[in-house]
């Protein structure tokens, strides 16, 4: 079966503009993960939702950090007035539940280049 | 707060020789610990758990990990590491006090050498 899709596979902009990332998860997975990842370090939790509704945002770093997931399947990860410190990866994860035992599954990422 | 450390910033081994990717963690409750490997421009990929029962856990091409409960540990194993085992391994740990997220050590790169 197909697995976490993520597009754009790379997106650069220029600082002060807005970018939208998209996340498509497994099907039936109900919950759904953003994370972004610098070089060399591990990934760092943005926000996860179960079904349509964020049930955790405190990883957003700030305001211009927002996400939804309109129909509890296909995500999207905005980011207004992008900043040169935005530069990362940003990973998409999914799985079945929000159970404590269940593994995510990641996409490939979407690398992040503000210029 | 949970947290997890994984002390090496890279490991370097001889095809053929056993390897392991160090892992050490704290929790306030039960841990569950996680595995996974990131090849180079590819996601995640998860390897194996540690939820409860025996402390040997079999995961995806031949991995296993060890947890000790009494040194809070959680190491990444193999008997007989293969060139194509090199790549960036991730140690994680749920955390119970903040929604179950995923708490990530800062990964240990594998070389291993033909």
């Known amino acids: 079966g197909a697995g976490v899709s993520q597009t754009p596979s790379n997106k650069v902009t220029e600082k002060g503009k807005y970018v939208e990332l998209r996340c498509d998860p497994i099907?039936?997975?109900?919950?759904l993960y953003w994370y972004r990842q610098s070089l060399g370090q591990g990934p760092e939790f943005l926000i996860y939702f179960q079904g349509t509704g964020a049930a955790d945002d405190s990883g957003l770093p700030n305001d211009r950090f927002f996400a939804v997931r309109p129909e509890g399947s296909v995500s999207t990860l905005k980011i207004q007035r992008t900043e040169r410190g935005d530069s990362a990866v940003y990973l998409c994860?999914?799985?079945?539940?929000?159970?404590?035992?269940?593994?995510?599954?990641f996409g490939p990422g979407t690398r992040l280049t503000v210029l | 707060a949970q947290s997890v450390a994984q002390p090496e910033d890279q490991v370097n081994v001889a095809e053929g020789n056993p390897l392991t990717v160090k892992c050490t963690y704290s929790v306030s409750g039960n841990p569950y610990l996680f595995w996974y490997v990131q090849y180079p421009n590819r996601g995640l990929q998860f390897l194996l758990k540690y939820i409860t029962g025996d402390n040997l856990v079999k995961g995806s091409y031949g991995f296993e990990a060890e947890f000790n409960k009494s040194q809070t540990s959680f190491h990444l194993k193999k008997p007989s590491a293969l060139v194509s085992d090199s790549a960036l391994y991730f140690c994680a740990v749920r955390d119970m006090d903040s929604n179950y997220q995923l708490i990530w050590g800062a990964g240990t790169k594998l070389i291993i050498k033909p």
């Open positions: 994860a999914s799985s079945p539940d929000r159970g404590t035992y269940n593994e995510q599954f």
């Open positions: 099907s039936g997975h109900t919950a």
